[in-house]
């Protein structure tokens, strides 16, 4: 089993920053992928990025150029750096990890709020 724990969240103006950690524990030798999901209230939850363990990323339309997602395999530990924050970026974010060779996202966190402010 993988447990992951996101934290980070916080308030933050328009055109802030805020970077979000992902810790994983458990079996993370078995970890291929992990994600950044979002879900705004009365929205459904959406991908926000996708980082797999050779480093390589994919982004959702909304958050290119301002969102970088990374990871530190040492440590277990992927990151979100969020800049130019608005107001539309407010949601629950949450890591989620998956093994190679499976399709959805297998272990999720408990999410952190990220309210930003106009």
């Known amino acids: 089993q993988v447990q992951v724990v996101e934290s980070g969240g916080g308030l933050v103006q328009a055109g802030g920053s805020l970077r979000l950690s992902c810790a994983a524990s458990g079996r993370t030798s078995s970890i291929y992928s992990m994600g950044w999901f979002r879900q705004a209230p009365g929205k459904e939850r959406e991908i926000v990025a996708v980082?797999?363990?050779?480093?390589?990323?994919t982004y959702a339309d909304s958050v290119k150029g301002r969102f970088t997602a990374s990871r530190d395999n040492v440590k277990n530990t992927a990151y979100l750096q969020m800049n130019n924050l608005k107001p539309d970026d407010t949601a629950v974010y949450y890591c989620a990890a998956r093994r190679l060779g499976v399709f959805n996202f297998e272990y999720w966190g408990q999410g952190t709020q990220v309210t930003v402010s106009s």
């Open positions: 980082i797999n363990s050779s480093g390589s990323t």
